[in-house]
């Protein structure tokens, strides 16, 4: 059972908009550490795709985005195209566990 | 090119113990918070210990608390991963990552290794 809860999955057509929400709680996101995604493709190691809740490495295209509101963090990826399909994970801090937590990941099908 | 390569892992049987190595290339690893992070089969990511830059700070996740250990040998410029007392369920893929820092900021995890395998079985 992940201290973070995000669905299982999503899946779009090429151009389409979709979301993964990250969901915590106060002793993690909703006491104000920060957020991280990761995006992991099949059989690679994961990538930062968005850190510090918003913001995206250089070469990171801006059809990522991340918000944060409250206890919960989302990840929208806009103009879906075919190489997106991977899976994302977020991560946060845990102030009750004492080190970082990962959601259980998303698989994203195009 | 910053990089991160593991090496050390294979098949134990369970009780046994294994050393994971972490060598970095082109940068320092007393300037970073570095992470141990495993991939079990099919699973997701777990989170699994730290090391501060200083290496004053060590942290572990519950599971392996008392028989893992993280280390640096600096003058190596190398992360390690001791592991003792194998239980089947630490199967998994280890990456060693390394945590960001844009000025007084520490951020996500920006550099990843390839993985090395760690299979515990009889």
């Known amino acids: 059972q992940s201290v973070l809860t995000q669905p299982p999955s999503v899946s779009g057509v090429p151009g389409q908009r979709v979301t993964i929400s990250c969901t915590g709680s106060?002793?993690?996101?909703?006491?104000?550490?920060?957020v991280h995604w990761y995006q992991q493709l099949p059989g690679t190691a994961p990538k930062l795709l968005i850190y510090?809740?918003?913001d995206r490495p250089s070469g990171v295209p801006d059809r990522f985005y991340g918000s944060k509101s409250g206890s919960s963090a989302s990840l929208a990826i806009t103009g879906l195209q075919a190489e997106d399909e991977a899976d994302y994970y977020c991560?946060?801090?845990?102030?009750?566990?004492?080190?970082?937590?990962f959601g259980a990941g998303t698989e994203v099908t195009v | 090119e910053v990089q991160l390569l593991e090496s050390g892992g294979g098949l134990v049987q369970p009780g046994g113990s294994l050393r994971l190595s972490c060598a970095a290339s082109?940068?320092?690893?007393?300037?970073?918070?570095m992470s141990w992070v495993r991939q079990a089969p099919g699973k997701g990511l777990e989170w699994v210990s730290s090391?501060?830059?200083?290496?004053?700070?060590?942290n572990y996740t519950d599971s392996v608390k008392g028989r893992f250990a993280i280390s640096r040998d600096i003058s190596k410029n190398t992360l390690f991963l001791q592991m003792n007392r194998l239980r089947a369920d630490d199967t998994a893929i280890y990456y060693c990552?390394?945590?960001?820092?844009?000025?007084?900021?520490?951020?996500?995890?920006?550099?990843w290794g390839l993985g090395t395998t760690v299979t515990v079985s009889s």
């Open positions: 990552a390394r945590r960001q820092v844009i000025g007084a900021y520490a951020g996500g995890m920006d550099v």
């Open positions: 082109r940068f320092t690893l007393s300037s970073y918070d």
């Open positions: 090391i501060s830059g200083s290496g004053g700070d060590t």
């Open positions: 106060s002793s993690n996101i909703g006491a104000g550490y920060d």
């Open positions: 510090g809740n918003t």
């Open positions: 991560q946060s801090y845990d102030s009750s566990l004492g080190g970082y937590v």
